[in-house]
């Protein structure tokens, strides 16, 4: 038999095969009938949705859509919501619990309420290996085997309230988000059964002035070609504030969420650094035993955290070394997490000791960087602890992207490229204090040489940096930066004798 190499067929012929081909690929996947509430409202409509979405990515499926009973025939039939599943549910399950369950007649999945039925479409695909993170989702490496059985999932709250609290606090906060950038992160929050939002409570310190990112600048590639720095829906007109703030709390609506005055008795759990500092920072988080409010700033930094939180919320026999193993190894491969942990922990060292040594460490302020240029006094010891144990989270994540491969590569990289600029940052923060030391010691060439080394360290930082920046918050944290760090040392650079 003689064969022909594809490239030398016909282009009607290739056509005809790849047609065929991705026909039959199609065909592999089961054929799924979703039965929803015929007077579903928007809630349940948008869960049809993300379930139809699921069943596709995770089984290739072909979906249809039935209302009120499936057709005559109808085979691997799910039924999504209360009203199509009423024979199933528990009477005790309440307005927040869900349920994913076999029946002889097909799945349910289906909630006390429509929020709930979509927490419960969620809770299926969290069960069949997808994983919500903040930047989006992540399919398992594998896809899963279909079957509509051996199904038994019920959940219900240890924690009624789980907020999420809008930060404004300057341009590395989410008050540099646009509303569909607000949208897009409150939908991965409602993945991970966030039902809450806490609006900003002092609008007049919402905006903040547009940053300049023209000319000599490090991580230009962040900001895409633009001139300024700025949120472009806001300035101090009330007005366009108002219109803002209306505008998420309408996205947080149309997720089912509710729009909360703040309650200051309600325990606040922080993300990261309190007051909004650009390093990655982490510390232990500890559920409270009611409702909670979780914030950060960097919020790409938090997955794993944030990841624990909504599986905590439900089941108490969760931990956090159990909840990165499950968030890890679905999307990323055996022995993965493991790794990760320990560049954590490294993190998680460096961060408990600057809290002890320098709280205010690398949090936005003008002098944060060259107040440090400006002080002869010898570097603190900790900064060179710093940098090893930096070091070591590097070097973890990318032993752990090694290993991974494929699947969830770049939320390592993330991690690792954060963890880069952190270690650059620290050299730059050393080299600007040894430069001062020699100024003061009227030693010309080693001032220069270390405002040379400050710059080319701090010129890294926000390069690699900008290399993951994934939202406004990145972006506006290399814009201060450019601002409070590398242009005034460019600037001292000219001021050499």
Known sequence: MKVIPMFRLPLSALLLLLTATSFLHAADGPAITVVKDPSAGPLESYAANELSGLLKTLFDAK???????????????????????????????????????????????????PVATLW?????????????LTSGDF?????????????????????????????????????????????ALLKQLAKLKFNAVILPENREAISFDPIDVTGDI??????????????????????????????????????????EPIDHNTPKISLGQAQGGLLPQTAPVTLPKGDFIVESSIVGDFNPQLHYLSRAAWDDSVT???ALRDL??????????????????????????????????????????MEHYASAEPAPEWWAKGKELYGKAVGEMYRANTRARDGARPWILYHAKRYT???????????????????????????????????????????????????PSDRGAIALLNEFAYRPLLEAMDELP
Not at 69 to 88: E, H, M, Q, W
Not at 120 to 132: L, P, T
Not at 168 to 179: C, E, F, I, R, Y
Not at 231 to 259: C, F
């Open 63 to 113: 979906v249809t859509e039935a209302k009120g009973n499936p057709p005559t025939g109808a085979t691997n039939v799910i039924r999504l919501g209360a009203a199509p599943s009423k024979d199933f549910l528990p009477a005790d399950l309440g307005k927040q619990g869900h349920i994913v369950k076999s029946t002889p007649s097909g799945l349910v999945i289906a909630g006390g309420s």
């Open 120 to 132: 419960a479409v969620y809770e299926f695909g969290y069960a069949n290996g997808m994983r919500y």
């Open 139 to 183: 399919p398992p490496k594998e896809k899963p085997a279909f079957t509509l059985d051996g199904y038994d999932i019920v959940r219900k709250p240890l924690h009624t309230i789980r907020a999420w609290h809008i930060r404004t606090h300057g341009p590395a906060s989410q008050a540099g988000w646009t509303v569909a950038d607000h949208e």
């Open 218 to 259: 490090a991580g230009r590639a962040a900001f895409g070609g633009a001139r300024e720095f700025q949120n472009p829906e806001l300035s101090a007109d009330p007005d366009m504030i108002d219109r803002w703030i209306a505008g998420i709390e309408a996205a947080a609506s149309r997720l089912g969420m509710k729009t």
């Open 320 to 322: 956090p070394e159990s």
């Open 328 to 369: 890890a190894t679905p999307i990323c491969g055996e022995g993965v997490a493991e790794t990760l942990a320990l560049g954590f922990a490294a993190v998680a060292e460096i961060s408990a000791l600057i809290e002890k040594e320098d709280s205010t460490f690398a949090v936005p302020d003008p002098k944060m960087f």
């Open 421 to 471: 600029f952190a270690l650059h940052y620290l050299t730059a923060v050393e080299a600007a204090r040894n430069a001062s030391i020699a100024r003061a010691a009227k030693d010309d060439d080693a001032w220069a040489e270390n405002v040379e080394a400050a710059i080319e360290a701090m010129h890294n930082a926000l390069g690699i940096y900008s290399e993951v920046a994934a939202d």
